[in-house]
DNA sequence: AAGTCGACCAACCGCCTTCGA
DNA sequence: TTCGAAGGCGGTTGGTCGACT
């Protein structure tokens, strides 16, 4: 049996608030405060629920909520944290004074997911289109013999957090990995850098590439673009190891950085 | 000028968690 | 320990507005 919608009962309100309703809920708060928001309304004459007092407040009345445009900082901290957190918009507001849950939810759906997507027109994402969705595993540790196909490791997830296809990382013999181009676009995003073109994998970090490809060599990336091959520093590779495996695994099980 | 479409965002819905009796 | 009430959270909806045809 399900609980009935709070709002069902005859005669409460829905939609907008107006004016005199949110001044009503202001002047009642800040007189007496929220303690019990079922009972709120009631006492303060609204002809709301609970539920829906609270979020009103919550998401626009709280007079420590920042109005106005996200900077692009505060954008960067969301793209950043939606990475490690995923979805857990309250969980990223916490993170974000004056800015509420529901309003950092609506940016990531309204802007920051298209930042993230390929082929949207703007100059991150010609960026992004020019990043082809392959990775290649060409190294092994110089001399060392190529891993046999008995060694071949596989990661495949088909979903993470709802918001990317299969994605599949193999280590063969032809050292050929096919990723979700989604993923990319987003990790591309996910860093500051100026990443664009092909990757290649040429080397790794040994700690997170054991843990996850424990039998296969260790990768390390490069990116080439118009400028040329661009081989990272140990710290930008290792987020992009980190980035990486948060999407294709148990985020979890990832190792401090 | 009117109609259509898409972006934006406030608000709602339903599920899950927490807490107290 | 159980159960119901309340709060919290994330997904979704729907109204509004501006751009475009």
Redesign the pocket.
Known sequence: M??A?C?EKMGL?????TPEEDQILIDYINLYG??????LPKQAGLL?C???C???WT??LRPDIKRGNFTREEEDTIINLHETLG?????IAARLPGRT???I???W???LK?RLKPNHGSNDNNRQAKAKAKVMTTAHTPGSPPESSSEVSTVTTSENN?NMCATKIETHEDHVSEIDENFWSEVLSADNSSMAGDFQVVGSDPQLHHQYFPSSPLPKLEAVNEYGPNIYDSDTNMDFWYNLFARVGDLSELPEI
Not at 13 to 17: I, L, M
Not at 34 to 39: E, K, L, P, T, Y
Not at 87 to 91: G, L, V
């Open positions: 399900g609980r919608p709002c309100k829905k939609g907008p608030w929220h303690g019990n928001w079922r009972a709301r609970g539920k829906s609270r979020l009103r998401n626009y979805n857990r918009w309250s969980a849950d529901n309003e939810k609506n940016v759906h309204t802007h298209k709802g």
